[in-house]
């Protein structure tokens, strides 16, 4: 026990260091062999590593990191959440499966071994038939046994985790900010409720409060947990099209509901659909293909998406144009600094905060708006390029 007590203060020693993402985490590991390793290594041998510049090698060097570590063990007794490295057996198995996974995971609540997830997710600002629908077929799986995923944001996922919640059923609330800080603060009852019937996750320190660029970030959880993804209702500008991506690079099912052709709302999901998506019209129609999923992974078989989910976001062939002056939007200070460190060669997230020496919850929001202002573009693995 204390050496798995030992292992967790180092692994989370690691985590609370400025500027180390997942990525920089497994390019350490793989170096030196375990977390302790890496801090016990000289200042010659942390600058040999990729990635890794004078200002990382004195943030790892930093012994006032462990202070910090027991402050954070200290907040987590107090909020009774657990913490999960990736090596526990209580670590979700399909969470370890995905590029960049969570080295950490934050834990209130309980989880169950194997379980068959399926998320739902979709816009803020949604409909009243967005709200129903989610409603209804998150109410319809967990009925089934599925566990319904989503994000405990304002619309679509709150409807999501109640439908859930009213069925009896477990949900799993994938959270942004740390878990003392419930967001948004209205739906504090409704993390309760979570809680109680399943469980509030998260990669982020117990105490970091929200932040824009945390939230592209958490939807690859989501969609990682999951065998499939159902977008209720998204306009083209929606997050929860962010987590339709994710799950196409992690080899997941996505699934979406056609709304009517005149709503904005529709527009995601309506192109999605056009682009390959499984359309679904009722519970069913989820059923018969997650329980596919579930049945390869119950044989030990990889649970194989549909071929024609493939082809989604995959790069369409344009027409040859005449060449014209690309206007930029304006940018802040930061978005500068991120912008002018991007060609188009693709660049990891955790390399580009690094390079830019800026605070990563900064960094991660200037990002956000960057892609937002159509500046840069996500590719597979967190990658990142200039768009156009």
């Not at 969470?95 to 169950?112: A, C």
């Not at 319809?140 to 046994?145: K, M, N, S, T, V």
């Not at 709302?265 to 129609?285: M, P, T």
């Amino acid at each position: 026990m204390t050496d798995q007590n030992d292992e967790l203060r180092q692994a989370l020693r690691l985590q609370l260091v400025p500027g180390i993402g997942p990525r920089l985490t497994q390019v350490l590991l793989e170096r030196f062999g375990s977390h302790g390793a890496v801090f016990a290594a000289s200042k010659a041998e942390l600058s040999g590593v990729d990635g890794i510049g004078p200002k990382l090698v004195a943030s790892i060097q930093d012994r006032g990191v462990l202070d910090d570590v027991e402050d954070e063990l200290r907040r987590c007794d107090e909020h009774e959440v657990d913490i999960l490295p990736i090596a526990s057996e209580a670590y979700p198995s399909s969470l370890k499966q995905i590029p960049d996974p969570p080295q950490l995971m934050y834990v209130k609540g309980t989880l169950e071994p194997g379980e068959t997830c399926v998320a739902i997710v979709g816009s803020r600002n949604c409909t009243h038939y967005g709200l129903a629908q989610a409603e209804k077929f998150a109410y319809g799986l967990a009925q089934a046994g599925v566990t319904v995923v989503s994000g405990l944001a304002r619309g679509i996922d709150a409807a999501a985790h109640r439908g859930a919640l009213k069925a009896g059923g477990r949900t799993l609330a994938v959270c942004a900010p740390g878990l003392g800080t419930i967001y948004p603060p209205e739906h504090a009852t409704l993390a309760e409720q979570v809680t109680g019937s399943g469980a509030l996750l998260s990669e982020s320190p117990i105490m970091r409060a929200p932040n824009r660029g945390l939230f592209p970030q958490r939807n690859r959880v989501i969609s990682g947990l999951s065998l499939g993804v159902l977008i209720v209702e998204a306009s083209r500008t929606s997050g929860s099209l962010h987590t339709a991506k994710h799950a196409i690079e992690q080899n997941r099912e996505v699934f979406a509901i056609p709304g009517r052709i005149d709503v904005k709302e529709s527009e995601g999901c309506l192109d999605l659909i056009r682009d390959g998506a499984a359309l679904v019209r009722n519970v069913d129609d989820v059923l018969d293909v997650v329980q596919h999923l579930a049945a390869r992974r119950g044989r030990g078989e990889e649970p194989i998406a549909q071929p024609r989910t493939k082809s989604l976001f995959e790069k369409k062939a344009e027409p040859v144009a005449p060449v014209a002056v690309k206007v930029l939007p304006k940018m802040s200070e930061a978005e500068q600094t991120l912008f002018a460190l991007l060609d188009s060669t693709p660049l990891h997230i955790d390399d580009l905060i690094s390079r830019s020496r800026l605070d990563s919850g900064q960094a991660l929001a200037s990002l956000t708006m960057l892609e937002m202002k159509r500046a840069v573009k996500r590719l597979p693995g967190n990658q990142l390029i200039r768009n156009g």
